[in-house]
């Protein structure tokens, strides 16, 4: 949640309930529903971290609102977090919010995030090759192979992204 | 059902061009065999059709003047009926300036009903065209006259002649084609006849007999001439001479045809079969299909045999209406074919379309029923063939042949049965067409060389108003004459007294007329003779035999000493010195003269020569060259050739379409192996080129061994005996045979998409 | 990819074929730049349609570039005549397909045969060479068989052979595991190792990213166009099992 968050932030200022919406836009279905509480408690922390700077802005007709904007140590960490490959299952999650996120933090271009992502897979799917090779005992070659397999899925995901974005 | 014709449309729709390729190849085939069988019917035996047409009669009679027949049917057992008796008498025609021996025949303006002429110009006799006559057909297209023309006819002692006019032209069953059978037929009315001739005493009376029991003729002859007394009996001629009479009207005729109407049989079952099955064989990947959607066996091969029954029947139904529409036109050429026998044989366009239908039939039933068999998916990836890379075949490669050729000429094996068809596909057509070239080969050397068949003679003077004397003197006189022989006609009764026969005396012993001997020797000393192959078989004898004749009641004895051939008189001929006759007393007075011209003369000059000599006095006649009449066999001959190399080709196609298919799989890794687009194209050329080179060698080899004994062996059934044949020229063998590895050579390469395109292979699959 | 082009074994410049469709032009390869060092094993990898077959195609001869350089050994090679080509074929370049990589109606010892005997060897040679490859690939004992009684990877092990009759300068292979599977890809895959090991400089489609990973160097097409080509670099550490299960979690 904190990365995502700090993505949104790095195009422009906003406070709680517009990065809700704006998650719920992008992801739509796919992602879980944000719980607003979540949303402020992580930006709380950011905030506490230093990534963040919160704002209270005066409304006539309705109670203030607080709205975040990126510090340049935010900004840092989001351009990190965006250039550096991601791990596994779960993290996939996490590439697909860079691929989406990306042109907006502005920082690469998507081919090029795809084609390091890609590279990653594959020096795996070679490290894992050699261990199937090497792997005597059957439970962790079916594991190789079912981790070899995720990769190999991925690799094809990554294709169809790359014919959809690029 | 409903499901199995559309197929059929479809599959039609798509592959077009090969199913038109079937249809047309069946027409093809009936239309040619049908042509054979017409001609072979119309052209040597005419006969039958006539004889049927005209309810003719089996026996004709010429009696002396004043024989009484009335009383033959009650006397003679067997007769049916009796035509005429007709007055007949000999007469001149004059036309055009050639004086001709013709017999004029009475006969009513109603038509007999036994014997009738049959009409095929113009109309017959009627009351009160006197001056109208009508002309026997042959004798009509020998003189050049048709309906309408002016003739002029002289009565025999040159005392009356009358003006006449062609009214109609007639063909009959009574005796043979002019000029076998001379003098030519001229129906008169009566009233004419005695204009001409009004002296009875030199009138004939002609008579025929229908009888019961054809087989019984020479019975009923006996009897009859017993009945009537030789005496009276001037010629008697049956059916039977003149149906050999009619057959022997063009003996090369008969025999070309007979031979090519049954070769051409094996190759079209040949070609057809090759076509039909390729064509299936093509279609097997789409039947896996078919089987895969969910067709039985049963109805997979019901469907390709519906559809390949519905391109024969269009094929042939196509052939029959060719046949019909060419028959006319082709036999329009042949002189003397009679026109009733002309149309289409019934029975045989029955048995030659339903032949062909069947064979269609059979060839798509092994494959199809094949086809039916496989499971689906195995028909869909055909098995490639097994083989291996000969010892020859890597020997060649390692000493850099060309990889192309090696390649290519080792793909024509791999599929045996499949080379084994392609190969006896192409050899028979060839062979044919070797034979059909030696048929040409003798033409040009009988037209060459026509004393080899018993033409030395190219013109005959017929005795007329000059005395013998001056006839004689006109003769020698003339320098571009080089011989001439006086010669007799005389009818002899043969042993049985069945019939007659006519018998030459050609020059005399001592100086006998050159006939080209085959066998034995010319007749030098009195009572020798020759005769035809003909002549001897049908009285049963052989050379060196005797045979005793009477010549008007007078027995002679001739001792057969040769054999010659003749195609005149029906291709039954003795001939021997006049001398003979006279000196048995059966002396008869010269006939006519047969002159022999100084080499490079032609017939014609000669006439026109002896014409202007003689103040048009002399009755000069050229011989009928039958060698004229071979301007339509070698059209026949060149069509049925046509029909051969595109049978020949077809076969090609097909094969060619196959090797197509295999050598696809193979494109790609040759490509790979390193050859060039080029180079497989090359390859495939070179495998269908190969097996046509082995084809036509086989095929022209085995055709000019048989080629000579073929012709020579048929021609000895027709009466000719051997010594006819020649085989084709090395120039034409030489060319036949390019043409045919060319034609090969471009069939292999026609169906060849460019090879460029890998994509379509890797699409392919296995 | 630097290097001066005397050392490298392939080299391309703005590689491109456009295919005339009905009416409208497909451009299949756009504009590719590629090199490959002697002893190098590099994998072309990309979605169907992105042009990986007709690339390959081009650098060996069996398709004609629409504009570009191929440079083979140092020499330039795309303006060759058919002829010429073949001739490089049969010598310098080993092609093996997806299918339809041997000559249906001759033995599968033939075959090899007959690709070393197009290659310039004599009878006894091409015997020698071919019972030295089939032994190799385990295959001595299908030496007489005809090659549609071969499974598809064993086929595919004959068209190695076949391909590598004559010792090429370059192995170029189309989607050869394309037909086979894992476990049989695997047996191919090993053998390319091998072959690679022994000095051989192979490039080869695939859209197998497996086969991808085992190259030294893997270029990604993307629409006719490379969007990457980059060595692969060795995983970041040795992976013990562990590392695997946290992997899957």
Redesign the interface.
């Known amino acids: 949640m904190r990365m995502p968050l700090l993505a949104l932030l790095a195009k422009e200022s906003a406070h709680g309930y517009e990065l809700k919406s704006q998650l719920e836009q992008i992801f739509g279905e796919a992602y879980p529903a944000p719980n607003i509480g979540q949303i402020y408690v992580t930006l709380q922390r950011l905030e506490r971290d230093g990534l963040v700077r919160s704002q209270d802005v005066v409304q006539v007709t309705r109670p203030n609102k607080r709205v975040y904007e990126l510090t340049d140590a935010g900004r840092e960490a989001v351009i990190d977090w965006i250039d550096t490959p991601s791990e596994g299952p779960r993290v996939r999650d996490e590439f697909f919010m860079k691929l989406a996120l990306s042109p907006l933090a502005g920082t690469s271009d998507r081919l090029g995030l795809i084609n390091r992502q890609r590279r990653h897979y594959l020096s795996q799917l070679r490290g894992l090759s050699e261990l199937a090779v090497a792997a005597d005992r059957r439970i962790p070659r079916l594991l190789i192979e079912g981790a070899i397999l995720h990769l190999q899925a991925d690799l094809d995901w990554l294709e169809r992204c790359q014919e959809d974005f690029v | 059902m409903r499901a199995m014709a559309r197929w059929i449309r479809a599959d039609l729709r798509a592959s077009t061009a090969r199913a038109v390729v079937v249809a047309a190849m069946a027409a093809g085939v009936v239309t040619a065999l049908l042509l054979s069988a017409g001609l072979l019917q119309g052209a040597t035996n005419p006969w039958q059709g006539l004889f049927t047409a005209t309810r003719g009669a089996q026996i004709w009679l010429h009696l002396s003047p004043g024989t009484d027949v009335g009383r033959l049917r009650s006397q003679v057992g067997g007769i049916e009926a009796i035509a005429g008796p007709y007055p007949a008498t000999a007469a001149t025609l004059t036309a055009d300036g050639q004086r001709t021996r013709v017999e004029l025949r009475a006969m009513g303006p109603r038509l007999p009903a036994i014997g009738r002429p049959l009409l095929v110009s113009g109309r017959w006799l009627t009351a009160r065209s006197l001056p109208g006559v009508v002309l026997e057909a042959t004798f009509a297209q020998a003189i050049h006259a048709g309906t309408g023309a002016t003739l002029v006819i002289d009565n025999v002692d040159e005392t009356a002649r009358v003006r006449v006019r062609v009214v109609g032209l007639a063909q009959t069953a009574d005796q043979g084609f002019y000029p076998d059978q001379t003098p030519g037929l001229i129906w008169v009315l009566p009233g004419l006849l005695r204009e001409v001739e009004p002296d009875a005493g030199h009138t004939e009376e002609v008579v025929g007999l229908r009888i019961a029991d054809p087989a019984a003729t020479g019975l009923v002859v006996q009897q009859v001439v017993t009945q009537l007394g030789s005496s009276a009996v001037g010629t008697v001629s049956t059916w039977q001479q003149v149906q050999q009479s009619m057959a022997r009207r063009d003996p090369l005729l008969g025999l070309l045809l007979a031979l090519f109407g049954l070769m051409a049989l094996g190759a079209a079952v040949l070609a057809i079969v090759n076509v039909t099955s390729g064509r299936v064989l093509l279609q097997t990947a789409d039947l896996g299909m078919l089987k895969t959607l969910g067709f039985t066996p049963v109805q997979v091969m019901t469907m390709l045999t519906a559809e390949h029954a519905l391109l024969a029947g269009c094929g042939i139904a196509a052939g029959l209406l060719a046949a019909r529409l060419l028959m006319p036109a082709l036999l329009g050429g042949v002189p003397g074919v009679s026109a009733a026998a002309a149309t289409l044989p019934a029975g045989w366009a029955a048995v030659i379309a339903a032949g062909c239908f069947c064979v269609v039939l059979l060839a798509t039933a092994a494959p199809a029923w094949q086809a039916g068999r496989v499971l689906p998916v195995a028909a869909v990836r055909v ?7 000969s010892r020859i075949a ?2 060649a ?2 000493a850099r042949t060309p ?1 192309a050729l090696v390649l290519g000429a080792r ?1 024509a094996f ?1 599929r045996r049965l499949a080379a084994a068809l392609t190969i006896s596909g192409l050899a028979i057509p060839m062979m044919m067409i070797t034979i059909g070239l030696g048929f040409w080969s003798t033409l040009d050397d009988v037209q060459r060389h026509p004393a080899d068949i018993g033409l030395a003679a190219r013109v005959t003077v017929n005795p007329g108003p000059l005395t013998t004397a001056q006839t004689l003197r006109l003769i020698h006189a003339d320098r571009q004459v080089l011989r001439a022989y006086s010669c007799v006609l005389a009818e002899a009764l043969v042993p049985g007294e069945t019939t007659t026969i006519t018998t030459l005396g050609m020059g005399t012993s001592g100086h006998p007329y050159p006939f080209h001997v085959v066998q034995g020797q010319l007749y030098h000393a009195p009572e020798q003779a020759v005769a035809t192959a003909a002549l001897l078989s049908a009285l049963g004898l052989k050379l060196g035999q005797f045979v005793r004749m009477w010549f008007g009641g007078v027995p002679v004895t001739f001792h057969i000493v040769g054999r010659i051939i003749d195609p005149q008189y029906g291709g039954q001929l003795l001939a021997y010195g006049r001398d003979t006759l006279a000196d048995e007393g059966a002396a008869a007075p010269i006939g006519f003269y047969s002159l022999i011209l100084r080499p490079g003369v032609t017939p014609s000059r000669a006439v026109t020569a002896l014409m202007r000599a003689s103040g048009r006095r002399l009755d000069v006649a050229e011989v009928p060259d039958p060698a004229d009449q071979l301007g339509i066999v070698r059209g026949a001959v060149a069509a049925l050739i046509a029909v051969l190399a595109v049978i020949g080709l077809t076969s090609l196609v097909t094969t060619s379409l196959l090797g197509y298919r ?1 050598q696809l ?15 497989v194209r090359a390859a495939l050329m070179t495998r269908t080129t190969v097996l046509a080179l082995i084809a036509v060698g086989v095929g022209t080899v085995v055709g000019r061994l048989f080629s000579v004994s073929l012709i020579s062996a048929v021609s000895r059934l027709y009466g000719l005996g051997a010594g006819i044949g020649s085989p084709p020229s090395a120039w034409m063998l030489a060319g036949a045979v390019t043409l045919a590895v060319g034609a090969a050579a471009v069939a292999g390469i026609l169906p060849f998409r460019p090879p ?1 395109r ?2 379509a ?2 699409i392919l ?2 | 990819m630097t290097g001066d082009g005397g050392r490298q074994v392939l080299r391309t410049v703005n590689l491109t074929k456009a295919f005339a469709g009905d009416g409208t032009a497909v451009t299949a390869v756009r504009g590719a730049d590629l090199a490959l060092e002697h002893g190098e094993f590099a994998a072309i990898t990309g979605p169907s349609g992105a042009g990986k077959s007709t690339l390959l195609h081009m650098l060996g001869g069996l398709e004609r570039p629409t504009s570009g350089e191929i440079w083979l050994d140092g020499k330039r090679v795309d303006q060759l005549s058919q002829a010429r080509w073949a001739v490089l074929r049969r010598r310098h370049i080993g092609f093996v397909f997806q299918f339809f990589n041997l000559v249906s109606n001759m033995t599968v010892a033939d075959n090899v045969e007959l690709a070393a005997i197009m290659g310039g060897a004599s009878r006894k040679q091409a015997q020698a060479r071919r019972e030295e490859l089939l032994g190799e690939l385990g295959l001595a004992g299908k030496a007489r068989a005809a090659p549609a009684r071969l499974s598809g990877g064993e086929q595919q092990r004959v068209a190695l052979a076949r391909a590598m009759a004559n010792r090429p300068l370059l192995l170029l292979a189309d989607e050869p595991t394309g037909n086979l599977d894992s476990a049989t890809s695997l047996g191919v895959l090993a053998l390319l190792g091998r072959v690679h090991s022994s000095g051989q400089s192979i490039l080869l489609v695939t859209h197998d990213s497996r086969v991808a990973s085992a190259a030294d160097r893997v270029i990604s097409l993307f629409d006719g166009m490379v969007v990457d080509d980059a060595p692969m670099t060795a995983p970041r550490h040795p992976m013990p099992l562990p590392d695997v299960l946290r992997l899957r979690g």
């Not at chain 2, 098995?383 to 890379?389: I, Q, S």
């Not at chain 2, 799989?665 to 180079?679: E, F, H, I, Y």
């Open positions: 098995l490639p063939p097994r083989g291996r890379l890597s020997i490669m390692a990889p793909s791999v295999d799989r193979d494109v790609s890794v040759l490509r790979a192996m390193g050859l060039t687009p080029l180079q460029g890998l994509r292979a890797a699959g296995p």
